[in-house]
């Protein structure tokens, strides 16, 4: 009777895992419109993800494991990581990914975690998590270096369709802090080869700071979606020269990466694939410039996402590399020593579920940037970032301002608004309006501004019920 009962109970939870499975959806695809991700059933999927770049380099097994527990628990359904970033490159166990050069006959020789073994291990408990593995297959420098060439390229991107295709979380991201028109034969041999073994995944590509993947690539027959790097710099450090998609001195305002990538056609969805990160310097380099801060890498997720973006992805200094006392290479900011298991507790990594939250509490296809919603907009910190659907409008205020809102836009003769703090996704109901231009101000304490979104939603609807 003993073994009945555990059986029925391994039973039950077993279906309800499975039943709570992101992947229960089927796979992902792009919404009919070109502007979303969604699942095979229709439902939305909304892109959170965090920069775990050297993780198959640098986390053993029960390291990774928690890692990825942590991400999941703080709402992330994505890891960005490199999958070779150095040749030769190397896991924490000694095994080599390369050992025979693009010949993969010996991949999994025995030996202790193997580094495909080892790669499988993440991939594998990514999914126990409900998490997707964005592998970016190969650093762009080394292609720029020619380690790699179109031939090496069709064997690599062979070897890893056939591996990971039965996967179901797998997004394949080409380049890799590289132009798209650096070594392009190689990117394209390495696309086409994935996607002719493996036509179930998505494809993007990871371009070159400031730059993003449709100027070379919208057409391409393997990709699937955009992704720019709004990068790291701040209002005014200037760049060497280049035909960069927004102008100089607007370096902070990621939204115009986004309205870049989608004057192409076909039109197609777009992301932020690597902000500023959370406790680097400003322009990365210089340990004289002050850090990039939670509270400003919220912002970086709500400009792109109001414009339009299909997500956001988030990253840490710390984390994205691993870094902890005594890890070879590791880059400190400001003589930091924090390592990336206490950077997991800090604010910007456990902040940015709210707004992947709230995005899927509405009405999710509906979303339109619409900034005209908005009277007497400001310029860099001061702009207000408007989004809306058929029956509800947000908008996105950094600094506190004054909001001067047209509440017409949306249907109902009355709405309901509130206000969500960016920080701690707290909701406050400020009240019901009439249908007309109306200006708001919200201060969570007397003279204590602070990053939040204005709500507003017809009346009729009850979207923000628990």
Not at 74 to 99: D, K
Not at 392 to 416: A, F
Not at 445 to 459: E, Q
Request: with cysteine.
């Amino acid at each position: 009777m003993r073994k009945v009962f555990l059986s029925l109970f391994l039973l039950l939870h077993l279906l309800t895992a499975a039943a709570a499975s992101p992947f229960s959806h089927g796979r992902l695809l792009v919404s009919p419109d070109g502007r979303f991700l969604q699942y095979a059933d229709g439902k939305p999927f909304f892109w959170l993800a965090d920069t775990g770049w050297l993780l198959p380099e640098r986390l053993n097994r029960d390291e990774a494991a928690y890692y990825l527990r942590r991400c999941a628990e703080a709402g992330y359904n994505v890891v960005q990581v490199q999958v070779v970033n150095a040749m030769p490159a190397f896991n924490v166990y000694g095994q080599m990914a390369l050992a025979n050069g693009f010949d993969f006959s010996q991949a999994d020789r025995p030996g202790v975690y193997g580094y495909w073994n080892h790669m499988d291990y993440i991939v594998d408990e990514a999914a126990r998590q409900g998490i997707y593995v964005g592998m970016v297959c190969i650093w762009g420098s080394l292609v720029k270096k020619g380690l790699m060439n179109e031939e090496q390229a069709r064997q690599y991107g062979s070897f890893l369709a056939q591996r990971y295709k039965k996967k179901p979380n797998i997004v394949w991201i080409l380049g890799g802090d590289i132009e798209g028109d650096v070594h392009p034969e190689v990117w394209n041999a390495l696309g086409t080869a994935i996607k002719q073994a493996d036509k179930n995944h998505l494809m993007t590509y990871h371009p070159r700071g400031r730059t993003c993947s449709a100027r070379w690539w919208n057409n391409a027959t393997w990709l699937d979606f955009n992704m720019f790097q709004s990068g790291h710099r701040r209002y005014g450090q200037k760049t060497s020269p280049a035909p960069y998609p927004i102008p100089e001195n607007t370096e902070e305002d990621n939204w115009q990466y986004v309205d870049s990538a989608w004057s192409y056609k076909p039109l197609r969805p777009v992301i932020d694939g690597e902000p500023s990160y959370e406790g680097i310097p400003k322009g990365l380099h210089d340990a004289n410039e002050p850090l990039w801060t939670a509270r400003e890498v919220r912002r970086y997720a709500y400009w792109s996402v109001f414009a339009g973006a299909c997500g956001h992805t988030y990253g840490h200094n710390n984390i994205m590399q691993f870094a902890k006392p005594g890890t070879p290479g590791a880059y400190f900011a400001d003589g930091d020593s924090k390592p990336w298991y206490r950077a997991m507790d800090d604010e910007g990594f456990n902040q940015m579920r709210h707004l992947k939250d709230l995005m899927l509490r509405l009405p999710y296809f509906d979303r339109v940037p619409d900034q005209s919603v908005i009277r007497h907009n400001g310029t860099r910190y001061e702009r207000l970032a408007a989004t809306r659907g058929k029956d509800y409008l947000l908008v996105y205020n950094y600094t506190g301002r004054e909001m001067t809102i047209d509440l017409n836009v949306i249907s109902g003769r009355e709405k309901q608004v509130w206000w969500m703090d960016a920080a701690s996704g707290k909701l406050t109901l400020i009240g019901r309006y009439p249908s007309r231009v109306t200006t708001f101000r919200w201060h969570a304490a007397p003279g204590c501004a602070t990053d939040g979104v204005l709500i507003a939603i017809d009346s009729t609807k009850d979207y923000l019920t628990d």
